[in-house]
């Protein structure tokens, strides 16, 4: 590769990296303001033209905050597994099929599958590395929690990968230039959302953040700059989820125009629109709907996709 190629994508990769940190700043603003006016209330209001600064203000609090660093918390893993949440977040962007100006893979697809798989030790150290019991109790639920659910959710998109009959993802658009997936595969998408949820930690399944019996989670003994790289790592992860349904799912015409932004907004919208109208699970409730209704589902889907194809 030439020194020019080289810079050109290291170029894109750093714009890249700005507009999702910049896309994750107002996708809080945006939850904020949903989530005051479901519960009957204004939201962030203040700075600037409607609260638009609001997140830029808070970014600057968390980052100039006094930093704390508990006296027994095994020092080195506890400072590196905040900076390693973010960049996971960050670098499984890379899997998207960009048409131009940055690589993708041939086997992406599986690409995707090894990184989600990674967030689980991020999760694992952040609640191990401060030895709290409380950090490690939120963390073991949350590493239970993404476990079950990957299972079904890898059996879901096989489904998908097993229609177009390749790992990658760019194929995805081709198939559905004249037929969303969405309309052909309403159960699984459906099913997909729902887990999608579950692996984001997101409401009702975000038990690894239990406010009233975890008091916070595994990031109970982060703060400051260290919280602000979990929490942007997790709306990071939100984005990206939803990029990733549209593509599966909602990917009719061309990739990157304004209707297909539009999508990506409104599966956004929806992470903040159940978080504000639906109550948490109960644990037992959540391992019961994994284990015997979801992973169920997902395996005669699965087979059924199979036979399908074959005929």
Do not use: H
Not at 10 to 29: K, P, R
Not at 80 to 98: A, G, H, R, T
Not at 216 to 234: D, Q, R, V, W
Not at 285 to 304: A, D, E, R, V
């Amino acid at each position: 590769m030439q020194m020019i190629d080289l810079l050109v994508l290291n170029l894109n990769m750093l714009i890249l990296m700005i507009g999702i940190l910049v896309g994750v700043a107002f996708l809080t603003l945006l939850e904020r303001k949903v989530l005051g006016y479901i519960q009957f209330r204004k939201g962030p209001n203040k700075l600037g033209l409607m609260g638009i600064v609001q997140p830029f203000s808070d970014a600057i609090k968390l980052f100039s905050k006094e930093y704390y660093l508990p006296e027994k918390s095994n020092f080195f893993y506890y400072l590196i597994s905040p900076i390693f949440s973010l960049f996971l977040s960050l670098f499984i962007w890379m899997v998207f099929p960009y048409m131009e100006g940055l690589n993708f893979l041939s086997l992406s697809f599986l690409f995707f599958l090894s990184l989600l798989g990674l967030g689980v030790y991020m999760i694992m150290m952040n609640g191990w590395s401060s030895n709290s019991n409380y950090a490690l109790l939120g963390s073991l639920r949350g590493i239970v929690q993404t476990l079950s659910y990957e299972v079904s959710l890898i059996f879901l998109f096989l489904c998908v990968i097993l229609m177009i009959m390749s790992f990658n993802l760019i194929n995805l658009v081709y198939i559905q230039k004249y037929l969303m997936l969405f309309f052909l595969l309403f159960p699984i998408s459906m099913a997909v959302f729902v887990t999608l949820l579950a692996e984001c930690n997101r409401t009702p399944f975000d038990f690894s953040e239990g406010e009233s019996e975890l008091v916070s989670g595994f990031n109970i003994e982060y703060g400051g700059s260290e919280f602000a790289l979990i929490f942007l790592a997790e709306y990071s992860m939100i984005l990206f989820m939803s990029l990733i349904y549209v593509l599966f799912f909602f990917m009719y015409g061309k990739i990157f125009d304004y209707i297909f932004f539009l999508k990506i907004s409104l599966i956004s919208f929806l992470f903040i629109w159940v978080r504000g109208t639906l109550p948490r699970f109960r644990y037992d409730k959540l391992m019961y709907l994994t284990w015997k209704i979801f992973l169920p589902l997902s395996l005669n889907l699965f087979l059924f996709i199979v036979c399908l194809v074959l005929i």
